[in-house]
Structures are given as structure tokens and as C-alpha cells.
């Protein structure tokens, strides 16, 4: 196998699923995707995940859309995403880089309220002071919403437009930091009936 | 901050959600688990994901059997999950460490035959030849399910036990050759309505 460092070709990507808790998924997620313009990134559909690949500003631009265009719905949707870039094991294929990075969906979601409750987790991999770099970034996020401790990750409680603001700032960040290779998972969870920490035992 | 490596403390763990597309996701995740004895595991669910600390092999146990009870409704369900041994931010706490490392559900849904289609990416985090490490399980994955590529991950097509007892084995081997801190998400879904490959377009 040849390893071979890909990201100086800049191109960032998305695996995420959209989950709506409702005997009506199916119409839920056409509905909102089609309410989101995908014209600036190659985006690809199977029974697990739906990929988007492009410049780093419209994979979040596309996926934080059509997340909230589901969440809107006021049903149960959980939203589950990993984002990458530089993956050494990366193809050149399979991605459309948009000419300029001007987001065209979040103008028309940034009024949407929708409070959510998200947990995230950052890994710069490849060495160094990761986990340096991964607090730096959790007090960062402190900006954006209200940030507390969860095992194996981050939890964030805010409107779903600020949380992803912080979750695109956090990306980039540590991408200019200088991680060769970075890698962020989200869970994010809206109109849940449950409360918060419903139930621990032993 | 004291960066203290805790692997040496043995405590896995994982975050996760089940999410069954249906009105009746609230009874189809209670009822599953009713059906799984979580004693040897220390449990906590809030609002986002449920959280399983104890021996990696009952960490394995209770996760598995509670995505196969949920999955074998036939409902479409989607199990996302993060796992976790070595976290060098983990805390001593919340765990509880069964004596003994005998899985206590795994014979009781070792005979549901529960199709499923998976994506998983393995990442040893603090440096090395992790790449190597990822392809070398990768390629062990193959004794137990199709494999094949996917961005961001690999796709995983197979019995769900098979999925399970792949992604376990791949999980410890990752471990035993000696990475410090191991992080391993999946992605499972039962019962999808769509095919595979259902859409591409840029």
C-alpha cells in the first residue's frame, strides 16, 4: 500500500445519516434535500450514509442545511456525521470543487430555530500534541454554545446554527493548526422526548 | 493539563444511539432493553447517546445484543457508534468491571439472522504507522463479512453478529498491538428500504 499524504488537495468530506424517529423518514429526508442546493459539492447516497465531497465551506454549508431542513419538520431526527480531511488513504475522485466558497444554503436556514443537544469528538491524527489540540478546541467551541464533559466526547446545547458554526470554526482550525490528517464525528439530537441524563444505573 | 495515559486501566467503552424510523421508536428501544442484562456494565443514556463503560468484551456484549433486539423488530434501524479503550482525557469513574469476561447476552442473539449493511473506520490515535495498522484490520475484517471501500470508511456487508464479531477482533487487535489510545465508529442500518448505491450526482 502506498500512503501518500492527500491533503494539500484540500478536498474535505462528509459521511453523514439524517434519523428521523418517524414512520414518515422516507419523506422527510427527500423534503429536505429538496430544500438544499448541492450544486457545489459531489454528493453520493447508500443504505448506511450519504457522502458529500467539495471545498471544507459547502460540505458544512450542505450538511448543517439539510439537517435542519429535517429537524424543522419538528420530529425526532438525530443527525450523525463524520468530516474529514486529508485522509492519507483518500482518492482524488469522486468530488466536485466548487469554484468560490461563498455557502449558498445557510442564508436561508441561519433564522431557523431549532435548539439541539450534539456531542462531538475531534481527532488530529498522526501524532503530535493531539490531545492538546483537541482541548484547545473544546474551549474554543465555548463561543459558539454551552460546552460540557461527556465520556468520549463534547457535548454542545445551543441552536443547531451555532453549534455547527462552532463545529466548521473547531474543523478549520485545526486543519490551520497543522494537522495532517483531521477527523471529527458529531451526534446531534433534536425535538428528543427524553430530558437530559434520563436514567444511569449500574 | 495532565495528559496521563489511562490504558493500562483496561476501562472500554462506547457512546451510542439506536434510531428505529418508525412512531414507535420509544417502545422498540425500551423493549430492547428489556431483553439485555446489563449488569456487567456500567450505563447512561441522556438525550443524544447512551454511554457503556466496563471490559471491552461486555462493552461488545451489551451494545451488539441491543442493536440486534431492536433490529430484528424489522423496523429500519440505525446503530451509530463510537468505541473507546485508552482515551488519555478518560476518567477513572463510571465504570463498573465485571470479574469475570464471560459475555452474558451474546448466546441469546447468536442465532438471529439479522442481515445488515455497516461502515466502520478504525483510528489509532498518537502517532505511528496507524495507516498500516488500519489496513492490516481492514484486510482481517475479510474473514468475517464483505468488505469493501467506502469514503471515509469501510463498508461492511454481512450477518449483524458477523459485523459485530469482526469489528470486536479488529478492535482487540488494534489494541494488543500496542495502541495507546483506540477510537473505532460504525455505522450500522437494518432493514433499510433503499438498495445499495441508490444515488449519485454532482
Chains 1, 2 share one sequence.
Not at 477527523?183 to 433534536?190: E, P
Request: overall charge negative; some cysteine.
Amino acid at each position: 500500500m502506498v500512503v501518500q499524504n492527500c491533503s494539500d488537495s484540500g478536498i474535505a468530506g462528509c459521511s453523514f445519516s439524517i434519523h428521523p424517529m418517524s414512520d414518515g423518514f422516507v419523506e422527510i429526508i427527500t423534503a429536505a434535500l429538496a430544500n438544499v442546493d448541492t450544486s457545489k459539492v459531489w454528493m453520493d447516497t447508500d443504505d448506511v450514509t450519504t457522502t458529500v465531497r467539495g471545498r471544507l465551506t459547502h460540505v458544512f454549508d450542505v450538511t448543517k442545511s439539510i439537517y435542519i431542513q429535517a429537524a424543522k419538520t419538528g420530529e425526532h431526527v438525530a443527525f450523525e456525521a463524520t468530516y474529514s480531511l486529508g485522509c492519507p488513504g483518500d482518492s482524488a475522485g469522486d468530488v466536485y470543487m466548487a469554484e468560490d466558497d461563498i455557502p449558498v444554503n445557510s442564508p436561508q436556514v441561519s433564522d431557523i430555530k431549532q435548539p439541539a443537544a450534539a456531542k462531538f469528538s475531534l481527532y488530529p491524527l498522526g501524532g503530535g500534541n493531539y490531545m492538546d489540540v483537541i482541548m484547545e478546541q473544546i474551549e474554543a467551541m465555548k463561543k459558539h454554545v454551552d460546552v460540557s464533559h461527556a465520556h468520549y466526547s463534547t457535548r454542545l446545547d445551543g441552536e443547531s446554527v451555532k453549534i455547527f458554526d462552532g463545529l466548521e470554526q473547531v474543523f478549520n482550525a485545526t486543519v490551520d493548526g497543522g494537522s495532517s490528517h483531521t477527523v471529527m464525528t458529531v451526534s446531534i439530537s433534536a425535538n428528543s422526548p427524553s430530558t437530559k441524563g434520563v436514567g444511569e444505573h449500574e
